[in-house]
């Protein structure tokens, strides 16, 4: 069997008594449970400890891999220099995880490490594991802002090279549950905390991993969790497998959710192939809302998809409203995959003949010259979803007390430099992060002078 057990564990630093000094007795039932893994670790002895941790080098868009052949570290940082790991690396398996996603051109790898002693997501899985088990060598990999679905395809990934390679591994999926469940702690409290730790361990609890996928980025990110993607990958090891799951812990009372489940692979299970079955949902989904677009987006996909596939730019065709071709509008077109922006393009006021031509010329452009993202290629068509906004004339105002960050978009002008963002999206909550975010686009410091426009736009879906 490629994968022995995994365990999701979390990292807080005062569970080691040379950081809390004390402290750490407040989460007992943690410090048992996380002594229960490092004893079934021990049971198991494998050859290999795989640690995901969301305090390794982390890449938007790349999986980091540590390379070399081992590692050092100590908890200098949390006030016990004192402790400290010498950690071999498994280079084969290093490189037959990097080789297996070179070769279904996934970005993953070692390139870019630039992280050479160890982080203490990684160590506090360590401390408990060493004190009980000696052997075995460590792999460490990285998180990423990429998709949950690219989490749970390097598990997969994972699983495979660790297969190739013949050794008996487990797989540590290090991170904290929500940072927001109490206002006595270190980053106060979200309603959305303590609705994702009991979601999560729902969730694994049953290691029911296809409902991972469930979990809103918004979400996540206003709960201030740390470990999810780190709990995806780990899914993905285990993908058509049957599992036996054990919870063995959750605890919330520093404010921060510490959760210990261990999930034991038993036999094959098609039915248990998440990500295939995730993907065939999503892509009916996204089948029937495209039928179900308006005109304007309908005009955005087919100008996206003919680019895309022929390197031609579409011409305004037949049978669009009239509206689209006697007005002349700026517009927006953002393009998204698996609920992360893949491209968003547009113009303030007008710069073609009609609204139809606006679209084709913003869409073309969100599709491929987006700086922020590569152009967007041929097999991830079918996994698009485009919304294109029509906006008003702007108009000057004189305060954020006239900003709806629901209703209004913003304009931010400083001099020559100049930064949008559309009303009502997702994540931006506040009038102040709305413009906030507005200034950076535009390079405009907390320091310049600026003025202050807003606008109404029209959605289309």
Not at 108 to 135: Q, S
Not at 395 to 407: A, F, G, N, T
């Amino acid at each position: 069997m490629p994968v022995l057990a995994t365990f999701m564990v979390p990292h807080p630093p005062l569970i080691v008594p040379e950081i809390g000094r004390g402290s750490e007795k407040q989460v007992q039932e943690t410090i048992t449970a996380y002594e229960q893994v490092a004893d079934e670790i021990a049971k198991l002895a494998p050859e290999t400890i795989l640690v995901t941790s969301p305090h390794a080098t982390m890449y938007a868009d790349y999986f980091s891999i540590s390379s070399g052949n081992a590692a050092l570290g100590s908890f200098a940082n949390f006030g016990a220099g004192g402790v400290k790991f010498l950690e071999e690396y498994d280079s084969e398996l290093i490189g037959a995880i990097s080789d297996k996603a070179k070769e279904l051109s996934f970005p993953a790898g070692t390139l870019g490490n630039v992280d050479k002693e160890l982080d203490h997501g990684t160590m506090v899985p360590l401390w408990f594991i060493r004190r009980k088990y000696k052997g075995g060598k460590l792999v460490r990999i990285g998180l990423s802002g990429l998709p949950l679905t690219d989490h749970y395809r390097l598990g997969m990934i994972i699983k495979d090279a660790i297969e190739a390679t013949g050794r008996n591994v487990v797989i540590v999926a290090s991170g904290d549950l929500s940072h927001k469940l109490q206002d006595y702690g270190p980053y106060g409290y979200a309603v959305e905390g303590p609705v994702y730790d009991q979601k999560i361990m729902d969730v694994c609890s049953r290691g029911a991993f296809g409902e991972l996928f469930d979990f809103d980025e918004n979400f996540c990110e206003k709960a201030a969790e740390c470990g999810h993607r780190s709990f995806v990958i780990m899914a993905g090891t285990l993908d058509g497998m049957k599992v036996i799951p054990t919870k063995l812990s959750h605890q919330d009372v520093t404010g921060v959710g510490y959760g210990i489940c261990t999930f034991y692979p038993t036999e094959p299970d098609k039915k248990r192939c998440f990500l295939d079955s995730y993907l065939k949902a999503k892509k009916k989904e996204l089948m029937k809302s495209r039928e179900k677009s308006d005109p304007y987006v309908q005009l955005a996909y087919q100008t996206v998809e003919n680019y895309i596939a022929h390197k031609k730019t579409i011409t305004v065709p037949a049978g669009l409203p009239e509206e689209m071709l006697e007005n002349r509008a700026g517009v927006f077109v953002s393009i998204h995959k698996h609920d992360k922006l893949r491209g968003c393009i547009g113009t303030i006021g007008p710069t073609t003949e009609n609204i139809a031509s606006e679209i084709i010329q913003n869409a073309v452009s969100a599709s491929t010259r987006d700086p922020r993202f590569d152009p967007i290629t041929l097999d991830e068509l079918n996994w698009l979803e485009i919304s294109v906004d029509v906006l008003a004339e702007p108009e000057d105002i004189d305060s954020m007390d006239q900003l709806d960050v629901k209703r209004y978009g913003v304009i931010v002008t400083s001099g020559m430099k100049r930064g949008l963002l559309l009303p009502n999206l997702d994540g931006v909550d506040t009038v102040e992060e709305q413009v906030e975010i507005a200034k950076r686009k535009g390079g405009i410091s907390d320091y310049d002078k600026i003025s202050l426009q807003r606008f109404e736009v029209v959605r289309h879906y």
